[in-house]
């Protein structure tokens, strides 16, 4: 069973603003990888300064080369001395370092110096196994503390969510907390979805909580 789907490329203007999905990544034995953006999500992303990643500028088009040697660039260099600790944050199987595709869906791509993100698909498996982060943090204003790193948290559909039907809430004690990051919300409704765990990972706070990364598992 495949656990990884597609991948979607995210944009937000900054911190606090929604994600936008502007582009999808999708990988076939026959057609290889191909990348295109997606109109809708270009277009509202647009209204908020939005403009067309550096190696790939026209919407129209569908790209089948060099597509994750392009993207690819953003992954570490796992020659480092510190990447078994990247490899452990972001539960990467070592085995799977050299396949970018994995590599980009395990590990979101995520650079300081812009708002892409690559967000996948992940399927139910025996072994699922993978890191996400809560979004809506900059509401909920969690006093610091409040949260630990190792805590399980409880987790609850909300198809009925006027910004996405694939909207997971997660809950603490029975309180909202936040969702799960979209996209990575999907896997919660596929078959045995409901089997699922989330798993306080790390919570970075300083005088609020700004960012809390979830491990979400097969429970």
């Known amino acids: 069973m495949r656990s990884v789907g597609n991948i979607y490329l995210s944009w937000r203007k900054s911190k606090g603003f929604r994600r936008i999905i502007v582009g999808v990544i999708r990988r076939d034995s026959a057609l290889g990888v191909q990348f295109r953006y997606?109109?809708?999500?270009?277009e509202?992303?647009?209204?908020?300064?939005?403009?067309c990643y550096t190696d790939f500028p026209d919407i129209s088009k569908v790209y089948s080369e060099n597509v994750l040697e392009s993207f690819g660039q953003r992954l570490i260099n796992t020659g480092r001395a510190d990447v078994q600790r990247f490899f452990d944050f972001w539960c990467v199987d070592s085995t799977l370092?050299?396949?970018?595709?994995y590599?980009?869906?395990?590990?979101?791509?995520?650079l300081s110096t812009d708002n892409f993100e690559f967000l996948a698909v992940f399927?139910?498996?025996?072994?699922?196994?993978?890191?996400?982060?809560?979004s809506g943090l900059s509401k909920s204003k969690l006093a610091p503390g409040t949260i630990e790193d190792?805590?399980?948290l409880t987790w609850e559909l909300d198809s009925k969510n006027d910004f996405d039907k694939y909207a997971v809430k997660v809950l603490k004690d029975g309180k909202l907390i936040g969702y799960v990051k979209k996209i990575h919300s999907r896997i919660f409704y596929k078959k045995n979805g409901d089997r699922l765990k989330i798993t306080v990972r790390h919570v970075d706070q300083n005088g609020s909580i700004n960012r809390v990364f979830i491990k979400i598992s097969n429970a």
């Open 103 to 110: 590599m980009l869906a395990q590990t979101q791509g995520i």
């Open 150 to 152: 190792g805590e399980l």
């Open 97 to 101: 370092k050299e396949d970018k595709f």
């Open 38 to 42: 997606l109109k809708r999500g270009v």
């Open 123 to 134: 399927y139910p498996t025996e072994e699922t196994l993978f890191i996400s982060e809560i």
């Open 44 to 51: 509202a992303a647009r209204k908020d300064g939005f403009t």
